[in-house]
């Protein structure tokens, strides 16, 4: 029987190797080569040259990094306190039958298939203070400077939800969807209202959607660069100038790739901290088996 | 507007609440809350169709939300004079060159992680899934060196090469949730009937697989299209940009034209929208069943 088992086990480990090797080759070493990159000093074509802490006395002694790391954690908390509630909102509607919620539903995924750049396009010629929708429609109120200063950010942040929400959507209907009708039907002999359901079976039961949801909304929210980078540019000034950005313009503008690998190891260990942090929130035990069946 | 919209929307939220089962009485508040957030969605949508179908002097003069009458097609022509041409070829070979091996290597490996056993599958299981939680950004620069020694810099599999890689964690997750829903006694029978696992793996598990992988080839073909940062960074000549790349480009030369660079933008959407269309049930319903427990 241990034979057998063996001599089985053997092939299916072989599966698994192409993957190992694609990944380990273009993920695993890159994030270990960002670690020993950031002791280096390099412009991206010459020689690589040992620089010792240089790159990280100058990155950490620059208070652009500061700032960049400050814009970073306010896109994660921002975007996740829109994006959590309205995804549940809407993705406990759609998980409706109700035929027009379903037409619906696939008009809320649109923006699911607009690629960030031409999202970042077509909001920027939208908030365009001369051209754009306020100002055509002579409304004050929608003719401010959106992208200005003052604006820039949280307009971007709001963009930002606007493209992630139905993909977030689509988690918690399916979410919901899951839960099962008994327990409705019962709170409902119970003389539940629609608001007490919602709040005593629908959010506890979306625990671990919650959980897989904020991972990847966290996670995901060190990596918004695509869009802020067509948008912006990280301005103007340095307003939108998130650490993915920074780490960009150091390293293939100002041509500091030692810089831009002490970046990349911030963006790496508050990636890891957050997902190990949600995981912790949503309870220890919980996690192999959370992970397992997200 | 968007602050504006969302400033509202918290107002209703702390009562907003969706009789979501469709029993009893229509909802009410649920409904205008479907309807409010149907706006917010179609609005810029529908500001950027109808501004692509203006010329230059609509554009600048008339009510932006009016409907062209008649439409022009002037901004089309326009960019299709550009190299769009060059730039979906471009895209769809990167994205059916990442997405081919992505599914099959990642239901290989799925198949591995299920059905075997050992420390050496448990550990590769452990790696993907912190995969999953590595901002791929942070992975430029070493990538930049790796692909610029390669000899690859820009090529297109120069952007090929890391998709792959990237696509691994998530559809080997996807994947390996279907895997584990197949009835263990259908893998018995057929290794009672003399299959091996490499015969089982393909006329059981893949068969029955299937939609998992619809769902992953879609969803990593979207990835693979829109992706921006490692074209950007590992290519340089206009012949070598995919449409997103192509799109931040012309939107840099013709920065006053706004009707021909929001035509760029559904020129590049189109190949999706069709996609969209075409398997949306696969990719909703996968998606969903894979990610969403």
Redesign the interface.
């Given at each position: 029987m241990a034979s057998a088992t063996r001599s089985r086990d053997t092939p299916l480990a072989v599966l698994v190797l192409p993957s190992l090797l694609m990944f380990v080759t273009f993920a695993v070493v890159p994030l270990f080569g960002v670690v020993v990159l950031s002791f280096t000093k390099w412009d991206g074509i010459g020689a690589i040259l040992p620089n010792g802490l240089g790159s990280w006395r100058q990155v950490l002694a620059d208070p652009q990094t500061w700032r960049s790391l400050w814009l970073t954690i306010m896109t994660m908390a921002v975007t996740w306190a829109v994006q959590t509630p309205l995804s549940i909102l809407l993705g406990t509607f759609l998980a409706g039958h109700q035929r027009y919620r379903a037409l619906l539903g696939v008009l809320y995924f649109l923006p699911l298939l607009l690629s960030s750049a031409a999202i970042a396009i077509a909001f920027k010629s939208l908030f365009d203070p001369n051209f754009g929708l306020g100002a055509g429609l002579h409304i004050p109120l929608l003719s401010q400077d959106w992208l200005g200063v003052q604006l820039a950010f949280p307009v971007v942040l709001s963009v930002i939800s606007w493209q992630f929400i139905p993909f977030h959507t689509l988690l918690y209907q399916g979410g919901v969807r899951q839960i099962p009708v008994q327990l409705y039907e019962a709170a409902q002999i119970d003389g539940a209202n629609r608001f007490q359901q919602f709040f005593r079976i629908t959010l506890p039961q979306l625990k671990y959607t919650i959980i897989t949801s904020s991972t990847l909304m966290l996670v995901g929210s060190l990596t918004y660069f695509d869009l802020i980078f067509v948008m912006t540019g990280g301005g103007p000034g340095n307003a939108t100038r998130i650490l993915a950005l920074d780490m960009y313009i150091r390293g293939f503008k100002a041509n500091q790739m030692g810089a831009a690998s002490v970046i990349a190891v911030f963006l790496v260990v508050l990636g890891l901290g957050m997902a190990l942090g949600v995981q912790r929130l949503g309870g220890r035990d919980k996690t192999a088996s959370q992970l397992e069946g997200m | 507007?968007?602050?504006?919209k969302?400033a509202s929307?918290k107002n209703a939220?702390s009562?907003?609440?969706?009789?979501?089962?469709?029993?009893?009485k229509p909802?009410l508040l649920?409904?205008f809350?479907?309807?409010f957030?149907?706006a917010?969605?179609?609005i810029?949508?529908y500001?950027?169709v109808v501004?692509s179908l203006k010329n230059q002097g609509d554009?600048?003069t008339?009510?932006?939300?009016a409907l062209p009458i008649p439409p022009t097609f002037e901004a089309y022509q326009e960019v299709f004079a550009n190299k769009f041409g060059t730039y979906f070829s471009n895209s769809v070979i990167v994205a059916v060159g990442a997405v081919i091996?992505i599914v099959?290597?990642?239901f290989?490996?799925a198949?591995?992680?299920v059905?075997?056993?050992?420390r050496?599958?448990k550990f590769?299981n452990g790696?993907?899934?912190?995969?999953?939680?590595?901002?791929?950004?942070?992975?430029?620069?070493?990538?930049?060196?790796?692909i610029t020694k390669l000899g690859l810099y820009d090529t297109l599999p120069a952007i090929i090469?890391?998709a792959?890689?990237?696509g691994?964690?998530l559809s080997?997750?996807i994947i390996s949730?279907f895997i584990r829903d197949v009835p263990k006694e259908l893998f018995e029978s057929m290794r009672l009937d003399g299959l091996?696992?490499?015969q089982i793996?393909w006329r059981l598990a893949f068969p029955l697989t299937s939609p998992a992988l619809v769902t992953v080839a879609i969803y990593q073909g979207?990835n693979a299209?829109?992706g921006?940062?490692f074209p950007?960074?590992l290519t340089q000549s206009p012949d070598k940009r995919t449409?997103?790349?192509g799109?931040?480009a012309f939107?840099g030369e013709y920065t006053v034209n706004?009707p021909a660079?929001?035509a760029?933008?559904i020129v590049?959407?189109v190949p999706?929208?069709v996609l969209?269309v075409v398997g949306?049930r696969q990719l909703?319903s996968g998606?969903?069943?894979g990610?969403?427990?």
């Amino acid at each position: 029987m241990a034979s057998a088992t063996r001599s089985r086990d053997t092939p299916l480990a072989v599966l698994v190797l192409p993957s190992l090797l694609m990944f380990v080759t273009f993920a695993v070493v890159p994030l270990f080569g960002v670690v020993v990159l950031s002791f280096t000093k390099w412009d991206g074509i010459g020689a690589i040259l040992p620089n010792g802490l240089g790159s990280w006395r100058q990155v950490l002694a620059d208070p652009q990094t500061w700032r960049s790391l400050w814009l970073t954690i306010m896109t994660m908390a921002v975007t996740w306190a829109v994006q959590t509630p309205l995804s549940i909102l809407l993705g406990t509607f759609l998980a409706g039958h109700q035929r027009y919620r379903a037409l619906l539903g696939v008009l809320y995924f649109l923006p699911l298939l607009l690629s960030s750049a031409a999202i970042a396009i077509a909001f920027k010629s939208l908030f365009d203070p001369n051209f754009g929708l306020g100002a055509g429609l002579h409304i004050p109120l929608l003719s401010q400077d959106w992208l200005g200063v003052q604006l820039a950010f949280p307009v971007v942040l709001s963009v930002i939800s606007w493209q992630f929400i139905p993909f977030h959507t689509l988690l918690y209907q399916g979410g919901v969807r899951q839960i099962p009708v008994q327990l409705y039907e019962a709170a409902q002999i119970d003389g539940a209202n629609r608001f007490q359901q919602f709040f005593r079976i629908t959010l506890p039961q979306l625990k671990y959607t919650i959980i897989t949801s904020s991972t990847l909304m966290l996670v995901g929210s060190l990596t918004y660069f695509d869009l802020i980078f067509v948008m912006t540019g990280g301005g103007p000034g340095n307003a939108t100038r998130i650490l993915a950005l920074d780490m960009y313009i150091r390293g293939f503008k100002a041509n500091q790739m030692g810089a831009a690998s002490v970046i990349a190891v911030f963006l790496v260990v508050l990636g890891l901290g957050m997902a190990l942090g949600v995981q912790r929130l949503g309870g220890r035990d919980k996690t192999a088996s959370q992970l397992e069946g997200m | 507007m968007t602050d504006v919209k969302q400033a509202s929307t918290k107002n209703a939220k702390s009562v907003r609440d969706t009789g979501s089962r469709g029993v009893g009485k229509p909802n009410l508040l649920a409904g205008f809350f479907g309807w409010f957030w149907l706006a917010v969605v179609i609005i810029p949508i529908y500001y950027v169709v109808v501004t692509s179908l203006k010329n230059q002097g609509d554009y600048f003069t008339g009510n932006p939300l009016a409907l062209p009458i008649p439409p022009t097609f002037e901004a089309y022509q326009e960019v299709f004079a550009n190299k769009f041409g060059t730039y979906f070829s471009n895209s769809v070979i990167v994205a059916v060159g990442a997405v081919i091996p992505i599914v099959l290597f990642a239901f290989m490996a799925a198949y591995g992680i299920v059905r075997g056993k050992g420390r050496f599958l448990k550990f590769c299981n452990g790696l993907f899934l912190m995969g999953l939680a590595i901002p791929i950004q942070a992975t430029i620069v070493p990538i930049y060196l790796m692909i610029t020694k390669l000899g690859l810099y820009d090529t297109l599999p120069a952007i090929i090469l890391p998709a792959i890689a990237f696509g691994q964690p998530l559809s080997i997750l996807i994947i390996s949730n279907f895997i584990r829903d197949v009835p263990k006694e259908l893998f018995e029978s057929m290794r009672l009937d003399g299959l091996n696992d490499w015969q089982i793996m393909w006329r059981l598990a893949f068969p029955l697989t299937s939609p998992a992988l619809v769902t992953v080839a879609i969803y990593q073909g979207l990835n693979a299209w829109n992706g921006f940062l490692f074209p950007l960074i590992l290519t340089q000549s206009p012949d070598k940009r995919t449409m997103p790349l192509g799109l931040w480009a012309f939107q840099g030369e013709y920065t006053v034209n706004i009707p021909a660079v929001l035509a760029a933008v559904i020129v590049s959407t189109v190949p999706i929208l069709v996609l969209y269309v075409v398997g949306r049930r696969q990719l909703l319903s996968g998606l969903t069943a894979g990610v969403g427990k």
